[in-house]
């Protein structure tokens, strides 16, 4: 099924900040901060980060007066730097007092998160939506599985229990209900106390695959609230990866969810921004939204001795990844979808290489040591050298497709850069 045929859910609109969120408007992607939100340095630049990376909103931890106390001054540096992102305040166990305590914090925040399962109780829940409410600022009711409401639970078990022995859903089916029903619950009452429904998100985190299909589709036959979809605690690596991206990607191809986060373990020194690209390529490869070009690379055989087209495709998916900002800054619109090909020989190289608006085909093991470039299905080029002269060639001949076919001041013809590259390498 593509995702054109896909119908979105029907949902409320609700606006965060400068960004709406529903089913007619695009899918976000959100990240949260690993820094201590009180470095107030440390804490920007990490939004910085990710909002370079393309996460449109930002979480993070509000847990003290220390941390509530910085926010006006995050949001304050972030506007003088000239940075609209909207910012998610993170928040368990002492919400309602640090909001109380903290109006500049309220205030500066564009959207709460508030975990029904540890708000401390009824009316704290509700000092939280109040003041909410009093600053316009939406909510999203945000149930864990690891957080869950352990009266309500202890409530189901026990109606569970009480039911003939064939009618019993079991212990586990029982905490899967619990959670729905206290998002549902939760955002019931959250109207109740006068907040509009255009102003609540719910989610449903669990950390099994089966699990969140299970939620998220219980969630979406019973609401119209938009849905922060996320399987949280994914694990790090590829487990992390491919459990988001089956989790995630899975349920947003039946049109299930608003906005999206990866939660994956970054490794040790690793940057932060990995769960953003992650976020991006999974409705990227869904055909739901495009961010930046993508390459189309071969996995390399017996064919391809040498690593040279697994250094050009490496290369040249970060060249895309970090020019991407400043092809945008310069007005170039429509390059996001652009099809990059790297193939490694003749096999499949010219094929793949001329379906793609530009493509290399790189030798394999004992061809012609010239690299074919294609643009539009014409050969433009002939590159030689080692994987990274190559990589770098290759960069500019992309650089020039972007402004001749996505600028807005048509740049040199393609055709006359890679003649020039030519004349480069026979002087060499």
Not at 129 to 148: C, E, H, M, Q
Not at 281 to 288: F, N, P
């Amino acid at each position: 099924m593509s995702h054109a045929s896909v119908k979105r859910r029907k949902t409320f609109s609700v606006k965060i900040g400068s960004i709406s969120v529903g089913s007619e408007h695009p899918i976000v992607v959100q990240s949260m901060t690993n820094t201590n939100t009180a470095d107030v340095a440390a804490t920007v630049e990490q939004i910085l980060q990710l909002n370079r990376a393309g996460s449109e909103m930002v979480r993070f931890t509000v847990k003290d007066d220390a941390m509530a106390s910085a926010v006006p001054d995050i949001r304050r540096r972030l506007d003088d730097a000239g940075y609209d992102v909207p910012l998610i305040g993170d928040f368990h166990y002492n919400g309602d007092i640090l909001l109380s305590k903290y109006p500049k914090c309220a205030q500066a925040l564009d959207k709460y998160r508030i975990n029904p399962g540890n708000a401390g109780s009824d009316e704290r829940f509700r000092k939280m939506v109040d003041i909410a409410k009093d600053n316009g600022k939406p909510v999203r009711i945000g149930v864990n599985g690891g957080s869950l409401d352990q009266k309500l639970l202890a409530k189901m078990i026990d109606e569970d229990v009480k039911k003939p022995k064939k009618e019993q859903s079991g212990s586990h089916q029982v905490f899967l209900d619990a959670m729905i029903a206290s998002a549902v619950n939760s955002a019931q009452s959250v109207v109740d106390y006068g907040m509009g429904k255009d102003k609540v998100i719910l989610s449903a985190k669990v950390s099994n695959v089966p699990d969140l299909f299970y939620v998220y589709k219980s969630l979406a036959s019973k609401c119209e609230y938009p849905l922060h979809l996320g399987l949280t605690e994914a694990g790090g690596g590829t487990k992390g990866v491919v459990a988001s991206a089956q989790g995630i990607g899975v349920l947003l191809n039946q049109g299930i969810g608003d906005t999206i986060r990866v939660s994956i373990t970054p490794r040790p020194g690793e940057s932060r921004t990995q769960e953003v690209i992650v976020a991006q390529e999974i409705l990227q490869t869904l055909g739901i939204r495009n961010f930046f070009p993508m390459v189309t690379s071969c996995p390399g055989c017996g064919r391809t001795t040498s690593n040279i087209f697994q250094v050009i495709a490496e290369e040249t998916t970060k060249y895309l990844q970090h020019q991407t900002p400043t092809w945008k800054a310069l007005g170039y619109s429509g390059f996001e979808s652009m099809k990059v090909a790297v193939m490694g020989c003749i096999v499949n190289g010219p094929g793949e290489s001329r379906e793609a608006n530009i493509g290399v085909s790189l030798p394999g093991s004992g061809e012609n040591p010239t690299a074919p470039v294609f643009a539009d299905g014409k050969q433009v080029a002939a590159l030689t050298g080692d994987g990274k002269s190559i990589a770098k060639q290759f960069e500019a001949l992309i650089d020039d497709y972007v402004k001749a076919h996505y600028g807005k001041n048509t740049g040199p013809s393609l055709a006359a850069a890679g003649q020039k590259t030519e004349k480069k390498n026979k002087k060499k």
